[in-house]
């Protein structure tokens, strides 16, 4: 059964910090780019950070540039998300996605057909 299951969502200060996981079943991960999305209520989701296969390839939407770190490991089956300096509008329920890729780094939320059940962010002032 292909499963995406994210864990470390909570409630934190501003300017806190918070480290998202996604571990990954009935896949064979490293053929997979993986993403993090993000969904605030009543707002479109977006994509906040993706990682090719092999993990030498990431990207990040402006907005968490320099605060925010994906990783990977693929002998865990497991893509990370470091979240630092956290803003009240990062403020959302965070998705893990996956996508088919053996080449290139999928930024799209349309490239991305498996995903998670999601965890919520919250950042409070």
């Known amino acids: 059964q292909v499963q995406l299951v994210e864990s470390g969502g909570g409630l934190v200060q501003t300017g806190g910090s918070l480290r998202l996981s996604c571990a990954a079943s009935g896949i064979t991960f490293s053929n997979y780019a993986m993403g993090w999305f993000r969904q605030a209520p009543g707002k479109q989701r977006e994509v906040v950070a993706t990682i090719g296969r092999t993990g030498n390839r990431s990207y990040y939407v402006d907005s968490v540039k320099d605060r925010f770190t994906i990783s990977r490991d693929n002998a865990k089956n497991t893509v990370y998300l470091q979240m630092n300096s956290l803003k009240p509008e990062d403020t959302a329920v965070y998705y893990c996605?996956?996508?088919?890729?053996?080449?290139?780094?999928?930024?799209?939320?349309?490239?991305?057909?498996?995903w998670g059940q999601g965890t919520q962010v919250t950042a409070s002032s």
């Open positions: 996605a996956a996508s088919f890729a053996l080449s290139g780094l999928p930024v799209k939320e349309y490239d991305y057909n498996i």
